[in-house]
């Protein structure tokens, strides 16, 4: 099983960032807490903020809680979305997630909640309410496995936090190189002849050439090149200039 779960994480996002097909995340989640991995387990948080980042991933409460009613994993599944709040409120204050997520936890349970998950480095967010003896006992049996300190999932989220903002980062700049390359290709298109465009291309990828090539390049294709980049500015203000017609 663990396998298995690290392979949807890293389809979903969690420090891979890939989503190759669409997946159901609140199976994910169920199949997480089945399998008792803490590892794993720590991913959460994380996960049910990416389904408001990427559109390729959609996430219905109503079904997960519903599933987890299925499976008797009610009280996880409601701890880790009041971890998920948490870690919001301190993280990203303004998400929409935090009202919807609140919705679905009543106030006595998010009490309970914050008792076992206090936080040491942020004791502002720390509710000040204290829940009745008998629900703590039920409740620390029932959520043993998951009972890692908040701290811990906290500062999982925002190392996944980083990497994902640094890769979204990344394929901004890989988007530009890849425009900037259909740019570069259209405008050889134009001003070249295939077997001219060739030989380029064979000179930017340092693969060396023929004689016939050689001399080719020297005599017409060179002087075209720096004829272009003579032409540039000025062609950039010819396409800049406001055309009138009769």
């Known amino acids: 099983m663990a396998k298995e779960i690290a392979g949807l994480l ?12 669409p997946i159901n995340i609140e199976e994910v989640i169920i199949k997480i807490l089945l399998g008792k991995e803490q590892r794993f387990i720590k991913a959460i948080p994380f996960v049910i903020y990416l389904t408001a980042k990427n559109k390729s991933l959609s996430f219905d409460v109503e079904s997960l809680l519903k599933k987890a009613k299925e499976k008797k994993l009610n009280y996880e599944v409601k701890t880790l979305l009041y971890l998920t709040i948490k870690i ?110 060739e030989i380029i291309q064979k000179i930017i990828d340092g693969i060396p050439l023929t004689k016939v090539e050689y001399d080719y390049y020297f005599k017409t294709i060179k002087k075209r090149l720096r004829a272009v980049k003579l032409f540039a500015d000025f062609a950039d203000v010819v396409i800049q200039k406001k055309i009138s017609k009769e």
């Not at 003896?133 to 500062?155: G, H, M, P, Q, R």
């Open 10 to 21: 890293e389809q979903i996002g969690y420090a891979y960032f890939k989503v190759e097909e």
């Open 88 to 197: 919001l409120c301190i993280l990203d204050k303004d998400n929409m997630l935090i009202t919807s997520l609140q919705k679905k936890l009543t106030q006595q349970e998010q009490t309970l909640f914050n008792m076992y998950f206090p936080s040491k480095e942020y004791p502002q967010f720390n509710l000040k309410r204290v829940s009745s003896s008998k629900k703590k006992t039920v409740y620390s049996e029932t959520i043993a496995y998951i009972n890692l300190s908040f701290d811990e999932y906290l500062y999982d989220f925002i190392a996944q936090k980083k990497l994902y903002e640094a890769h979204q980062q990344l394929s901004l700049a890989e988007k530009m190189n890849k425009e900037k390359e259909y740019d570069l290709q259209y405008a050889l298109h134009i001003l070249f002849k295939p077997k001219q465009k």
